[in-house]
């Protein structure tokens, strides 16, 4: 993308449009999540049969995750940092290591879920499991999404389809990829650690 | 973006500062992990954790997505929601549990 075109999505105020409108996108969905985690605080502590929370939550195991989510936000600044100046080669590498890390965590997650199906806890259990498959299932369809994307930009990379010149469309991935990570800090304190 | 000098934008911060926001989310992670293995802090737990998860939070949101540099309009276009979002999050467990509270104080009525 030649300047010129990259200068047709500004708007009135300056600002690029597609970075606008993907902040908008971000604050719809704060009020998704919002709602999701507002639910599972009102039914917290409300099933009548169990599994309950403090008999099924790794703690252990899902800090490794919030690890693995956090470090994945700082590859892909990395990236964004490593395109921006050119350097596509370790544009390349932290581009592909950020959907690597992505990838792990919803490992984590497909073992984490197996393993409470196995303990008896299943969406239809009781409201704790209902609350916490819908939010945390829907936090994870939004990793996957967001894995899917980052994949596409390391194939466009490795076919010489990505450069400095499209340095914001890194920059809006990072942003669902960050906006993801901040939304599992929340998750991983209000689910996980207030028990 | 500091590349196309846009508006209200100033340049991203280092590699070097990204390295450091990364090793300060690893430790605010390690504290409250810490925080919920200590029976000590159990007392203040919570109050804790949500300090401890609104500074993550405010790192990332600061320094990853580049809030602290970009335009105050996208602090707003995220801001606004969020605060929306907190205080409908206040408002149901305010009525939820507020209800509960006078519902037992009226004798279980």
């Known amino acids: 993308m030649t300047h010129a075109v990259a200068a047709t999505h500004h708007t009135s105020m300056g600002l690029d449009s597609r970075k606008m409108a993907f902040w908008a996108f971000i604050g719809s969905e704060c009020l998704l999540f919002g709602s999701l985690i507002s639910t599972y605080l009102v039914y917290k502590g409300r099933s009548v049969v169990g599994p309950y929370p403090h008999e099924i939550l790794n703690i252990p195991f899902t800090s490794v995750s919030t690890f693995d989510l956090l470090m994945s936000s700082l590859m892909m600044v990395l990236a964004l940092a490593a395109v921006q100046r050119g350097d596509m080669k370790w544009g390349k590498i932290w581009l592909f290591s950020t959907a690597l890390l992505g990838l792990v965590f919803l490992g984590g997650q497909v073992i984490e879920f197996t393993e409470f199906v196995h303990k008896g806890l299943t969406i239809s259990t009781n409201l704790f499991g209902c609350t916490f498959f819908v939010l945390t299932g829907t936090h994870g369809a939004h990793v996957t999404v967001g894995v899917l994307w980052l994949l596409t930009l390391w194939v466009r990379a490795l076919q010489g389809k990505l450069g400095p010149a499209n340095a914001m469309t890194v920059e809006i991935t990072g942003l669902y990829w960050h906006f993801v990570d901040v939304v599992w800090i929340v998750i991983f304190t209000v689910v996980y650690l207030i028990q | ?109």
């Open chain 2, 1 to 109: 973006m500091a590349e196309d000098g846009h508006a209200g934008e100033r340049a991203h911060p280092t590699a070097g500062v990204y390295l450091r926001v990364a090793a300060a989310l690893v430790v605010l992670t390690v504290l409250e992990v810490g925080v919920f293995y200590v029976p000590a802090f159990h007392a203040v737990l919570v109050p804790t954790l949500l300090v401890l998860s609104a500074a993550k939070f405010s790192l990332v949101v600061m320094f990853y997505m580049h809030l602290k540099a970009d335009s105050r309009f996208f602090t707003f276009l995220f801001g606004a929601p969020l605060l929306l979002a907190t205080g409908v999050l206040v408002a149901l467990l305010l009525l939820f549990f507020g209800a509960l509270t006078l519902r037992g104080a009226a004798g279980g009525g």
